[in-house]
Structure formats: structure tokens, C-alpha cells
């Protein structure tokens, strides 16, 4: 049976494991939901066969995939190609559990800086982002070309010091409820 969306509570239990093939189909539910252009089920199974340069990530609340992220490893930094939440479960913390398993999945594979485009228009998703340091660095024009949107750059630096791990650990500790993550993610 699906995990139906709680307020928050301390009851509160989150699962953040590696993407698998079984769990894409929850994932593209939620994909069609949130994205203009969703990827398609294709393009996911080619990002998850590049182990040595991908991190993808999914929470799951019981047996219910409520959100999903991805990190390409490249030259000492990580960029972030997708994060989404179920529209449902928003505002529950998913998205910051989520950013923090792929961040610090990212400085242990040795990943110094941390960046990802965002729409200039979306502002819940921005300051998500700024709570994990990551800063304005630019504007790609017409990044978004199916919408005619730019692209704000965003980037968070020194991840590999104990300061950024610090700060982790700090919004960690403002969550509700619980996480566990699957070991393999942080290795
Ligand atoms: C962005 C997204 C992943 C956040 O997921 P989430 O699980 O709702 O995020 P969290 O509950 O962890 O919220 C983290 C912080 O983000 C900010 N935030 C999230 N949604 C917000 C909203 N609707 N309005 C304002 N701030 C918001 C807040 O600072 C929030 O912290 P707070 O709840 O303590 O105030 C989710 O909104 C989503 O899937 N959006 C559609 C896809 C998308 O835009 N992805 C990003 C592409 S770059």
C-alpha cells in the first residue's frame, strides 16, 4: 500500500537508498508531475549505468519513492541534475534529506565544489539551496528553451572542508522525523 503524505511529525521515517531500475517507475510518477519536459525512462537507465560518475539517490517513505536526486561527478566537482519531490510530500523535508545524502556522497567521491543550474523563477527550490551554501555565480540565457526561461548558476565551494560538513550536520539536525541512508550511498 502507498505511504499517504503525513504532517509533520516525529514519527516521521525517510529512506534514502541508491536509485534502482525498480524503483524508476515511482520516479518517473513524480518526474511527469513536476517537470516540463519530463526524462524519460531511457535517459534515467543511461544515467544509472554510469556508476563511476553518477550518484542518483531516491527517499522512500514504506515502499513509496517520494523523491529522487542526481549528482554527475566531473573534475573535482559534483554538478546536480535533478532533485524532485512528489508534490504531495513537499515541504516535509525530503528535498533537504535528499541534498544532503548526494552532498556528502559527493565530497566522499572527492567532489570540492558543488553546482547546478535552477530556474530563475523558482524561488522555493533557490533558497533550499542557498540553506546548503551555494551562491549566484551567473544566468545561462535561454537555458530552459522549452519554457523561454534563463538559468540561474549556483555554486557551493569548499565542500571538502570541515565547515561545510558542519553546516550539513547542522541541517540535519533541524529535521523532523528520521532518515536512515542506505551505507553503500556513502562509500
Ligand atoms: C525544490 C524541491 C525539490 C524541494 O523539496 P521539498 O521536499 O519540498 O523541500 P524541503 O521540505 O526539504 O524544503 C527545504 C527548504 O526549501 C525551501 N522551500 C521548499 N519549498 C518551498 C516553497 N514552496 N516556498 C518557499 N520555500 C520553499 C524552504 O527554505 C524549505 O525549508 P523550510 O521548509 O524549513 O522553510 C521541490 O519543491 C520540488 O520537487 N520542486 C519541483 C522540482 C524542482 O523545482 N526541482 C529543482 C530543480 S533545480
Redesign the pocket.
Known amino acids: 500500500m502507498a505511504a499517504e503524505p503525513q504532517h509533520l511529525t516525529d514519527e516521521l521515517h525517510v529512506e534514502v537508498v541508491t536509485m534502482r531500475r525498480r524503483h524508476l517507475r515511482g520516479v518517473l510518477k513524480i518526474e511527469a508531475q513536476?517537470?516540463p519536459r519530463p526524462w524519460s525512462l531511457g535517459l534515467f537507465l543511461s544515467e544509472l549505468a554510469l556508476r563511476t560518475t553518477r550518484i542518483y539517490a531516491v527517499a522512500k517513505v514504506g515502499p513509496t519513492v517520494v523523491?529522487y536526486a542526481g549528482l554527475m561527478l566531473a573534475a573535482g566537482d559534483g554538478h546536480v541534475t535533478?532533485?524532485?519531490?512528489d508534490p504531495a510530500?513537499?515541504?516535509?523535508?525530503?528535498?533537504?534529506?535528499l541534498m544532503l545524502a548526494i552532498s556528502r556522497a559527493g565530497v566522499v567521491r572527492g567532489c570540492s565544489g558543488l553546482t547546478?543550474?535552477?530556474?530563475v523563477s523558482?524561488?522555493?527550490?533557490q533558497?533550499?539551496y542557498r540553506?546548503f551554501g551555494y551562491a549566484p555565480a551567473g544566468i545561462r540565457k535561454n537555458y530552459y528553451s522549452e519554457s523561454n526561461e534563463d538559468a540561474l548558476v549556483m555554486w557551493a565551494h569548499d565542500t571538502d572542508l570541515p565547515a561545510y560538513a558542519e553546516r550539513l550536520d547542522a541541517i540535519e539536525h533541524?529535521l523532523v522525523g528520521t532518515t536512515s541512508v542506505e551505507e553503500g550511498l556513502l562509500s
Open positions: 513536476v517537470y523523491g535533478t532533485i524532485a519531490v510530500w513537499h515541504r516535509q523535508g525530503i528535498g533537504t534529506r547546478l543550474e535552477v530556474r523558482n524561488a522555493a527550490a533558497s533550499m540553506r533541524e
